[in-house]
């Protein structure tokens, strides 16, 4: 056989070998669009109360919906809320008050018949596990206390909640000097834990999650606006179907008993709104 017989077949092997390689590659492109076509991906705020239960209701979420990826992004309401007034591109939106809500449904970024309040918490006085015992808020005010932790008013609603109970009982003035804020419920939590403060005023469900601080107190319900935790799907959802379901889960009976066994109440208030 001569030079040139050889390389007929030579050349018929290589031009199949790249036909192969070709025709592999678009099959390989095609299930890669069909895949990413499938799959979908929410990115939600939430106030950091609900990290603990958001994160196990994600598990059976997904587990049920194999294609669906969320993504949480934990912090205090106000300044998540914040983040989506400036564009960030969030889907569902979580809050531990409804003053970040309201400011987001003033700004038509809401969309308003996915608003629903859906759980509720309560305000406890706690200290380090070996901490001062504390009978009353008045107490406070003691020279043995020297370190109070809230979180900031102005952006974090548990601070908030305790500035408004800590003024009606006439309180508010006199710790002031005394008080280390946290830039969110979790922060104040670690300061008592570690005690670099004396007591500190978190919500019941933190509080109870931890085994590092006492509870000594929990604030009537008539010393503050009531703590209620309503979620929203955002006007600028990329996947506002998606979302609209995720929100429907959220407020059904499977992800209810995941808020419960974490110290929640459910809202008395489920209905959407405008």
Known sequence: ???????????????????ALLISWN????????????????????????????????????????????????????????????????????SAATNPMDALQQSNLLINDTRRNLLTNRLVLITPKNGVALSDFKQLTDARIKKIAIGEPKSVPVGQYAQEMLNKLGL??????????????????TFVESGNVDAGIVYATDATASDKVTVWLTAAENLHSPIVYPLAVIRNSR????????VDFLGGDRAKIVFQKYGFGMAHQLVSYN
């Open 239 to 246: 996947n506002q179907a998606d979302a609209k379901a995720f």
């Open 27 to 94: 099959l390989f492109k095609n299930f890669s669009s069909v895949d990413t076509l499938q799959r979908t991906s929410l990115n939600v705020s939430a106030a950091i109360s609900l990290s603990k239960a958001l994160g196990e209701i994600k598990t059976v979420y997904q587990s049920s919906n194999p294609n669906f990826t969320i993504t949480y992004n934990f912090g205090a309401s106000g300044a998540l809320e914040q983040q989506i007034q400036q564009g960030a591109p969030i889907d569902v939106f979580f």
């Open 172 to 189: 508010w003035g006199q710790i002031q000097p005394k008080l280390v804020l946290g830039n969110n419920v979790r922060q104040v939590l």
């Open 1 to 19: 056989m001569n030079l040139k017989s050889r390389r007929i077949p030579n050349l018929i092997f290589a031009v199949a070998f790249l036909l």
